[in-house]
């Protein structure tokens, strides 16, 4: 990142893309579905979150670390080379055998977020393509097979994609990008009734076309399309850093512009059915009890009775649901501990 890059409107509009497209991560169903109760899996989650943010700050510190140690080099250090030349050079000083402890480390942390990608994007397929539009009522051990291939697949596309990015930072702007602009169908499933299906690939799909025309495209090390070489010059100073247009603005662009198409395409095309859509928010508001049976996809267990709708807003197919006190509390806590983090972090740098 660039100094001067990273203002309070950055920060602001990549938390606001990053709301969108958390929920989207292909792992995060199974891990809000590995607790027994929704409490479980609330405080799975929200822990296991902050216990990341944690990390964050010592890799902040590292990062500090490394511009202390390599910012008035006379040797020009690849930045995505830092954290390892880090290790090389201090680790053997502390101890003998820390460099293997910080290799498996690596290794460890890597391989535990990308098997479960593999693992939740290969059932993805499995499940929701191939037996919905394949092959219906095969054996399991058919569907155990197919998802196996394609956990070999998403593996092979993961790398070919991974090795296409200039660096580290390229990638994780485009995962966040990724991940928003399937969020938004997300988030409008779970609030706006009126919302179709046709909305929401319409949604998706302009979202993404934005995203396309303000990128730079090349394809076998050919620009194929480059934005900001076309059309820089002409958008406004604000839009811009260093020429180019501006990470959150782009972000502005795509989220804009798939709500806008999502909404219009909904408005014009058919409704769904609305005994289907009261089935689905019956599920949707209903907690999960301990020792459910497992059942079908969005049908409730034999004897549980659906809870009570409680809205707080409801206009024009919005509904916006009242938060109880058990989700008010935990919305404070949260808050309470961000707050104590960011304390945290201004105390330890405060001379």
Known sequence: MAPGKITAFYIAIIAINALVGFTTQPHNMGICSAGKTEMESRVGLTGGNFIKRICTVAWMMTGLCAVAMFATSDTEIDIDHVYGLMAHRLLPQIAPGLVGLFIASMLAAVMSSCDAFMVTASALFTENIYRKHFVRDAADRHYIWVGRGASVLVVVVGITFALSFENV????????????????????????????????????????????????????????????????????????????????????????????????????????????????????????????????????????????????????????????PVGLAGFIASWLAIAALIGGVYWIFTP
């Open 169 to 324: 930072v390229s990638g994780l702007e485009i995962f966040w990008k990724i991940s928003a602009m399937m969020g938004i169908a997300f988030w409008a499933g779970l609030f706006w009734r009126r919302a179709t299906v046709a909305g929401a690939w319409a949604g998706t799909m302009v979202s993404f076309t934005v995203l396309l025309f303000t990128s730079k495209i090349s394809m076998l090390g050919v620009d194929v399309w480059n934005f900001n070489e076309r059309f820089a010059r002409y958008l406004p100073e604000a839009f811009l850093f260093e020429g180019q247009l501006n990470l959150p603005w782009q972000m502005i662009l795509y989220l804009t512009a798939g709500v806008s198409s999502l909404i219009v395409v909904s408005l014009l095309t058919p409704p769904v059915r609305e005994e289907k859509l009261e089935q689905f928010y019956k599920c949707l508001r209903t907690p999960v009890a301990t020792g459910e049976p497992e059942v079908e996809p969005f049908t409730l267990p034999a004897g549980v009775e659906p809870a009570r709708r409680n809205v707080v807003f409801d206009y024009l197919g919005l509904e916006i649901p009242r938060i109880s």
